[in-house]
């Protein structure tokens, strides 16, 4: 059975000590990223590999025919799949759900699918017969902190790059016949991707609670409870903006130690997609206003890097220009 | 790490391994992976130093090399791949492991293969689309080696017709593979061992 990671007394205050004197153990600022790195499969289509820092995230885009459901003909299906396996931390468990899986499945189901990134309508092949199945399976390679945040970028970032085969509909009233043109033959279909949504998770520190907590500690060790406890009922009454800590992009340690996260979803129209606020620590709504400010600026960082690295790969396999050339929406 | 405590076992560590498939959840074809991993890897670790531990292993399949139909170059892949994992995470194994797949396929399709056949050695995809409808047997084989030499057979997993002289040849061409696959696997691990160890110098 494995274990909770739980961090030690002397990291847990070293952390928190650091982060009064607004310093993180990585040496970033408080609202600045971790290195992210964007990298799309030079063999398939819809295959990117995401790194945030030590973080590590797959996501492969496949699409298949099927049927679509009889109560919406006219949608096709849009399934991700956000199944954490022990590759990604030995806490979690295989075939098991643990909480923060289900809760991260959950942001990205919202901030994705939810917000309608993906138009349904347009996988429609023959309404109520025939329809598009798309499919984002999301491998979670290596887990420190923001792997909903890494997720959400893999299957924007996937969405963006996947092709479907092109395909063409034959003959009449029931005797209809779909071809799928494989894509040797002829040039696949990018997906109808109506907005690219980034999810941003924001961690609190209540850093006051944490430096009376430190202080009292190490001044008396002895400290009885019920002091600690008055000290903070006194805090709480007096609490302002100054007394809570923001950071984006949280490491594992500082995931693990965090009182409270909000996860923000944004896209470069500034719509926020999503918003899910987690952990026991009630926040401001001056603080709630500014996350969502920093996720929109976020958001439009990300939406150009993920911009970029596509414009680069479709340089990479666009030889000749025959793939514009060729393209069936042209004219003849 | 930590047993889970149905699983614990007193004498010997407890083996868990875990294939997760590129694309959809985990079926049939997963744990077929699993079980033949196991059987390779399970009698090379020496389970018996860390009684009453859980040894895992996960291994996900980023991109599948096989077609619909075969389940071999993933498992010789898997294979390979776990034996270094196991290396770079210093569990203590009894010898080294290497895995090879062979295709076996008519040239044309109306003739047997042995006769007129072709041999394809660890084929990657575009490769297996090309013969896909003439393949008539697929082996994958595992080998024992101590010291680069080829030891003994861990592994082999044949589907499809083919003749007992087929199946020999095919086992001599997979030491070959196998011993070549190890030096490869060698040079990478003194690298990294280099890698990580310079902080010594």
Known sequence: ?332 | MEVNKRDELPDVATLEIVVRPDVGVASTREQFLQDRIRRVVGPVIALELHPRTLIQIVVQIVQSGDTKALNTIALSASINATYMALLDAGVPLRSTVSATSIVCYATSSTQAALTTGGVLIDPTRPELEKIEKDITSVHTIAYELKGGQMERLLLSESVGSFTEDEVFECYDAAAKVCEETNRTMREAVTKSVQQKGRWRD
């Open chain 1, 1 to 332: 059975m494995p274990r909770d990671l739980t961090p030690s007394t002397i990291e847990n205050t070293f952390v928190l000590k650091a982060l009064t004197e607004r310093i993180r153990l990585d040496s970033r600022s408080f609202n600045q990223l971790r290195d992210l790195d964007i990298s799309f499969s030079s063999t398939e289509y819809g295959v990117v590999d995401v790194k945030l820092g030590r973080t590590r995230v797959i996501a492969r885009i496949s699409a298949e025919i099927t049927q679509p459901y009889t109560d919406r003909p006219y949608d096709g299906l849009f399934i991700i799949s956000t199944e954490i396996s022990p590759m990604a931390a030995p806490t979690f468990e295989a075939g098991r759900k643990s909480e923060d899986e289900l809760v991260i499945s959950r942001i990205i189901e919202k901030s994705i699918r939810r917000s309608g990134a993906l138009d349904t309508e347009s996988l429609c092949i023959i309404s109520g017969e025939k329809c598009w199945a798309v499919r984002a399976d999301v491998h979670f390679l290596d887990h420190d902190g923001g792997l909903m945040d890494a997720a959400c970028i893999a299957v924007s970032a996937g969405l963006l790059h996947f092709r479907r085969p092109d395909i063409t509909i034959e003959g009449v009233g029931s005797r209809r016949e779909v071809i799928v043109h494989p894509i040797t033959e002829r040039v696949p279909v990018p997906l109808a991707v109506l907005h690219v949504p980034v999810c941003v998770t924001f961690s609190f520190f209540d850093v006051r609670k944490a430096s009376s907590a430190i202080s009292g500690r190490t001044r008396k060790d002895e400290a009885k409870d019920v002091d600690e406890d008055d000290v903070e009922e006194e805090e709480e009454e007096e609490e302002d903006d100054s007394s809570v800590a923001v950071l984006v992009d949280a490491t594992l340690q500082e995931e693990l130690l965090r009182h409270g996260y909000m996860s923000v979803t944004a896209n470069t129209n500034r719509e926020i997609c999503q918003i899910q606020k987690g952990g026991d620590m009630p926040v401001d709504v001056g603080v709630l206003l500014s996350c969502s400010e920093a996720a929109i600026m976020v958001a439009e960082k990300v939406t150009k890097l993920i911009n970029k690295r596509l414009k680069e790969d479709e340089a990479r396999r666009n030889v000749g220009n025959l793939l514009v050339e060729a393209r069936a929406e042209n004219d003849r």
